[in-house]
């Protein structure tokens, strides 16, 4: 079975900083996309950021700027660097992996990490 696992999340305080990862020791062939999305208290979960095939990076209008996302592909490992956080970017953080397999594409999940930004 694939397993993610998340680590980082935390509380802090509005303006400060968390930086999350992302690992996993199965080995993937086919990696297509990396990248983490957030689920927030009566909210759908929604995309935070994500790299496609390595070199497309995309972020949420409400992050862009302020959250850096990058990769380790050989590992494999996706990060999120969160900077000046705001009580809006609290919610359960979930990193997940798009691999390409013979017919279609199978999506993988971590367990998801709490972050909570408050004063």
């Known amino acids: 079975q694939v397993h993610l696992e998340e680590s980082g999340g935390g509380w802090v305080q509005p303006g400060g900083s968390l930086r999350l990862s992302c690992t996993t020791n199965t080995t993937f062939f086919n990696i297509v996309t990396m990248g983490w999305y957030r689920q927030a208290p009566l909210k759908q979960r929604e995309l935070v950021a994500s790299?496609?095939?390595?070199?497309?990076?995309k972020y949420s209008d409400s992050v862009k700027g302020r959250f850096i996302i990058s990769e380790d592909r050989a590992k494999p490992a996706v990060y999120l660097q969160m900077n000046s956080l705001e009580s809006d970017d609290t919610a359960v953080y979930f990193c997940?992996?798009?691999?390409?397999?013979?017919?279609?594409?199978?999506?993988?999940w971590g367990q998801g990490t709490q972050v909570t930004v408050s004063s």
């Open positions: 790299i496609t095939w390595g070199e497309t990076i």
């Open positions: 997940y992996i798009e691999e390409s397999g013979l017919n279609r594409y199978y999506d993988y």
